[in-house]
């Protein structure tokens, strides 16, 4: 039994957006993709964090939930920047079950459970107030909202949290979104976003004693990192 965690799966079954077009690791990635999560087995639990399908909605991401469900296990979701495709917790249970979906579970204002680890987390968002208009403001409230319900909900527990957005990189200190997560004694953070050339932004290891990872699927050699054991 294990926790692993990969974010940024882009699929494209259900929207003409391959990521084949950027060439490099991209080339073939839903291959790839599908030859590294081969090590996830049905007694395992994999975070998958965000930017998942280029779906504009959910009746035409069914395909590329077609495809995640093939992946074993209990699956957990938090958003993305690309999820178009989101919508509220219970269209998505009333999709998944119409479909025969199943072990998907969204992250959202809640946390899960694996062993003694509380699973927390939600999309974040890039926000500086210099360069930010309001809509960006309200996005950014909330999600702090939201990263502190699931942050809470974990209670005691040791808390692993997932975010999309880096809460830091090379150039950037999402300074709210850090403070919450030292408040609540986070120890480890994983997130997704970063792509590319962007790779090289990414600030990992131990930082005020929180240990961060980049997760995202490219950097990853589209294969899922093993969160626990």
Request: glycine share 10%.
């Amino acid at each position: 039994m294990a926790l692993y965690a990969i974010g940024d799966l882009h699929l494209c079954l259900g929207a003409p957006k391959p990521m084949d077009i950027f060439g490099g690791a991209w080339v073939g990635y839903m291959d790839k993709l599908k030859e590294g999560l081969s090590v996830i087995g049905p007694e395992d639990t994999t975070v998958l964090l965000g930017d998942l399908s280029w779906a504009l909605d959910l009746p035409n991401a069914r395909a590329d939930f077609a495809w995640m469900n093939e992946i074993p296990g209990r699956k957990i979701i938090l958003k993305g920047n690309h999820d178009y495709w989101w919508s509220t917790a219970a269209k998505f249970d009333k999709f998944c079950k119409e479909q025969g979906f199943e072990n998907f579970f969204l992250l959202n204002n809640n946390c899960f459970f694996y062993e003694n680890f509380a699973i927390c987390g939600t999309r974040g968002w890039f926000f500086e107030e210099e360069r930010s208009g309001r809509h960006d403001e309200k996005v950014f409230k909330r999600e702090l909202l939201r990263l502190e319900a699931s942050l809470k909900a974990a209670g005691e527990h040791s808390k692993l949290v997932f975010l999309h957005y880096p809460p830091r990189y090379r150039g950037y200190e999402c300074r709210e979104i850090l403070d919450l997560l030292q408040k609540y004694g986070v120890r480890r953070c994983f997130y997704g976003h970063l792509h590319g050339g962007s790779h090289a932004l990414a600030m990992e290891g131990l930082w005020n004693g929180m240990e961060f990872r980049l997760t995202a699927a490219d950097y990853l050699g589209f294969k899922p990192f093993k969160v626990v054991p």
